[in-house]
Every structure is written in C-alpha cells, then in structure tokens.
Nanobody
C-alpha cells in the first residue's frame, strides 16, 4: 500500500491550502484516513481523521479552520486548510488504517509553511 500526498507549499497567514492523499496498492478496505503534522522539534500530532462512514475528528487547534473529507471510490483523503497561521507550519503526513486489523500506513509527508 502506498500513500501519495500532495498540495503543500508556502502561503501567507490567513491564506488557504488543500492537501490531497491518494492510496494505492492492495487495498481491501480503508477504515480510517487522517492527517498528522510534525513541526521542527515537536512530536507528530493528530490534525484530523475521517472514517469510511464520514465521521470526523479534529484537533482543537484546527477546528473551524480545517475540513477533512474523503472520496472512497478514489481512496483519497483531502484536507482543506483555511485561515492558516504561522503555527500551522509543519510537515503534514497522511495516514490510513486498513482492514479489520487496522494496519497503519503513512505517506511521505508534504511541507506546509505559513509565513509572510
């Protein structure tokens, strides 16, 4: 299973970005997809997750600004990020939990930099 993330970049404070992550390979059932981020010198933290049924969960720091969505037919998860702040700067990783055993897979990460 491979996860390919894209959509990162440099944006000014208050701006928006949309991240995408497509899963490919021997996929039977993706239960949960999500986004995590890791800033320099900090631990990786959860940003948002979404189940196959569409239930979502957000970190408090992004609630109301970020929206996670997924296209089950395309095995793709999206993260719409609005009202970006400098503290959102990090490498963003997508994650997928697959099958009944919820085996986890990670994408390669995409850099998001919020700076004027």
């Amino acid at each position: 299973v491979q996860l390919q993330a894209s959509g990162g970049g440099l944006v000014q404070p208050g701006g928006s970005l949309r991240l995408s992550c497509a899963a490919s390979g021997s996929i039977f059932s993706i239960k949960i997809m999500g986004w995590y981020r890791q800033a320099p010198g900090k631990q990786r933290e959860l940003v948002a997750t979404i189940t196959s049924g569409g239930s979502t969960n957000y970190a408090g720091s992004v609630k109301g600004r970020f929206t996670i969505s997924r296209d089950n037919a395309k095995n793709t998860v999206y993260l719409q990020m609005n009202s970006l702040k400098p503290e959102d700067t990090a490498v963003y990783y997508c994650n997928a939990l697959i099958g009944a055993s919820l085996k986890g897979y990670w994408g390669q990460g995409t850099q998001v930099t919020v700076s004027s």
